[in-house]
């Protein structure tokens, strides 16, 4: 049997009426059977279809020369025809300022190279949480036949782009501290090109860099719970991605919302727009609005059938003692106090975590009001599966941090 059709058989007979033999390969996220859902049905035959594509798929690098860069920088793109780099209206009345001078102003908006036809167009699925978005792209990626490939949490990949551009960057100021040791000849043409660098160069950029390094790793990439939430991946995103799709990058990504709602009221967000529709033209955008919350049916699943809840409102005294029990049951009772989670070489306490199982309670202040960054909620989600929070309050704008730490902090549990 081919690598396709196993993955056909695999992934319908998971999410079809007839469950067969081959589940049991794949480990089963909930006892008992899985139910049939005619949406994710309907996703598991386009991921079936890029499946077979990639098998006959190899990236190619649309680079454009210096020359022909220089040429299209020159013009101005029009109506209809424009590229998709240079995304709605609204980018030429907002750009500028600061970010501008690295990642493309409102000048910029209307004078950037083409994006090159797609070669491959990959797949953004967006819905509500508990849908089933995130299994799907995992069995695609497990059964998928591309060596060249990557799943992971958004958050955590912009955290590593971060990282190799600042890298890069100490690297470049390395090698020009050395050419201002002598002025020669080779020195000037370190400096001119690092200039050119500056200002948008195409060879030398470090976003070029850095999208050379990614693809040499992995040109297909499975991104989970695609959100943009800070501004220092929102000026980016638009370079970054057109770099990599440049290159023949194939993207999947799951999100809980549409590209139309990414980084919505973001500072300067008129510099993000460009990548809308950008993602657009290089995915497929495809709803999955399930009627099931499957999250309530593994909730059920491993409380004895007994508990459908995932969260518990109001406050009160009921509530808290139920969630307290919820927790104790999953822990099977073995509780430590104050534990300590190491991240990047400080400690974080937890109040109560399970001594066996990736289990973990936190109140609402201590992950929401302390400084805690990207970083340390991707190393809560990565050491427990599973967080309980308490005392959550009603959130409104006058607590837009907090939500913030809610939304960027809760999907990695």
Not at 66 to 72: D, F, M, S, V
């Amino acid at each position: 049997m081919t690598s396709k059709s196993v993955l056909l058989k695999r992934l319908t007979t998971i999410c079809c009426r007839r469950i067969a033999a081959p589940i049991t390969t794949i480990e089963k996220r909930v006892a008992g059977e899985l139910s049939p859902d005619e949406k994710q049905e309907s996703i598991v035959i386009k991921l079936n279809e890029i499946a077979q594509g990639l098998e006959r798929y190899s990236p190619t690098y649309n680079q454009l020369t210096p020359e022909e860069t220089a040429a299209t920088s020159a013009q101005t793109t029009v109506g209809k025809g424009s590229s998709a780099l240079n995304g709605a209206n609204e980018t030429t009345n907002n750009g500028g300022g600061f970010f501008s001078r690295f990642f493309g102003g409102s000048s910029a908006a209307t004078a950037r190279p083409e994006i090159p036809p797609v070669a491959f167009r990959g797949l953004y699925l967006w819905g509500g949480c508990g849908s089933g978005k995130s299994m799907l792209m995992d069995l695609f990626y497990q059964h998928v036949a591309v060596r060249a490939k990557k799943r992971v949490h958004f958050h955590e990949w912009m955290m590593d782009v971060h990282s190799r551009l600042h890298e890069s960057q100490l690297r470049s100021s390395s090698r020009m501290a050395k050419c201002n040791t002598a002025w020669t000849a080779a020195s000037a043409e370190a400096q001119r090109l690092s200039l050119q660098c500056e200002v948008g160069g195409h060879q030398n950029d470090l976003i070029d860099q850095v999208a050379d390094e990614m693809m040499k790793e992995a040109w297909l990439l499975c991104f989970d719970e695609f959100q943009v939430t800070f501004i220092s991946d929102a000026v980016i995103m638009r370079r970054l991605f057109s770099k990599l799709f440049e290159r023949g990058c194939v993207v999947i990504a799951t999100s809980n919302r549409p590209p139309e709602d990414l980084y919505k009221n973001g500072l300067n967000r008129g510099l993000f727009l460009p990548f809308i529709p950008m993602i657009k033209r290089f995915t497929e955008v495809v709803n999955l609005d399930s009627s099931v919350d499957y999250r309530y049916i593994m909730a059920q699943a491993a409380n004895g059938g007994d508990d459908r809840s995932v969260f518990l409102s109001p406050l009160n005294d009921y509530n808290k003692r139920l969630l307290e029990a919820k927790f104790y049951r999953m822990a099977k009772n073995e509780v430590n106090t104050h534990q300590k989670l190491e991240i990047q070489g400080r400690h974080l306490d937890v109040r109560r975590a399970a001594r066996h199982t990736a289990l973990a309670w936190f109140t609402f202040k201590e992950l929401c009001d302390r400084p805690l960054g990207a970083a340390d909620y991707l190393a809560i989600g990565k050491h427990y599966h599973t967080i309980f929070i308490e005392d959550v309050p009603v959130l409104t704008m006058n607590e837009r941090d907090q939500a913030r730490g809610v939304g960027g902090g809760v999907p990695y549990g």
